[in-house]
Antibody
Framework: QVLLQESSPGLVKPSETLSLTCTVS??????????WGWIRQPPGQGLEWIGS???????YYNPSLRGRVTISVDTAKNQFSLNLRSVTAADMALYFC?????????????WGQGSLVSVSS | SSELTQDPAVSVALGQTVRITCQGD??????ASWYQQRPGQAPVLVFY???SRPSGIPDRFSGSSSGNTASLTITGAQAEDEADYYC????????????FGGGTKLTVL
């Protein structure tokens, strides 16, 4: 059983960088065909895809966030990370790390429990 | 880029059948996946592809697709099925962009 666990940055100041790490257990990031990525959910709202990547490829990002977001993978630590630059109040959300499969339909078969990020000075 | 559209809210009487729909141009090319999210929890995959249900998901959950519309059907809805349901699919652009519908809140009466 694969488990994903997000780190907890909690509070980020406006204009600074939000950094999250997801630790994966039960599966090896560097030895699979899966993609790994991030999804967020503002309070009381729906899900928004942030981006995904395979350890051998470049990452794919939501066009609305492109330019501010970077996803990277550390196969040695079996972790992947999210950096979101120049945050504003609009970036306040529950951030999920997730495992993706791209077949006839993209699907997310494993989710972390979510990490709540607030943006405030 | 494309969008996926869902009805914001749907209700069903206990034990009856309900269909939750998802519309979008990308669904002409790709199947939808469906997720259930109960309050305070992470989403859970309940149906995907042409006809696939993850292990542990009750067989009252089924899916279908026609043209630009994908549907999740719950046959014999139970009280525990009350939740938010999201569809997702892939954008029709050249890269692996992922789309989510806005979500449907299902109330079981």
């Amino acid at each position: 059983q694969v488990l994903l666990q997000e780190s907890s940055p909690g509070l980020v100041k406006p204009s600074e960088t939000l950094s999250l790490t997801c630790t994966v257990s039960g599966a090896s990031i560097g030895r699979s065909s899966f993609y790994w990525g991030w999804i967020r959910q503002p309070p009381g709202q729906g899900l928004e895809w942030i981006g995904s990547m395979h350890y051998t490829e470049s990452a794919y990002y939501n066009p609305s966030l492109r330019g501010r977001v970077t996803i990277s993978v550390d196969t040695a630590k079996n972790q992947f990370s999210l950096n979101l630059r120049s945050v504003t109040a609009a970036d306040m959300a529950l951030y999920f790390c997730a495992r993706f499969r791209f077949t006839s339909s993209p699907l997310i078969d494993s989710w972390g429990q979510g990490s709540l990020v607030s943006v405030s000075s | 880029s494309s969008e996926l559209t869902q009805d914001p809210a749907v209700s069903v009487a206990l034990g009856q059948t309900v269909r939750i729909t998802c519309q979008g141009d990308s669904l002409r090319s790709y199947y939808a996946s469906w997720y259930q999210q109960r309050p305070g929890q992470a989403p859970v995959l309940v149906f995907y592809g042409e006809n696939s249900r993850p292990s542990g998901i009750p067989d009252r959950f089924s899916g279908s697709s026609s043209g630009n519309t994908a549907s999740l059907t719950i046959t014999g809805a139970q009280a525990e099925d009350e939740a938010d349901y999201y569809c997702n699919s892939r954008d029709t652009g050249g890269d692996l962009s992922v789309l989510f519908g806005g979500g449907t809140k299902l109330t079981v009466l």
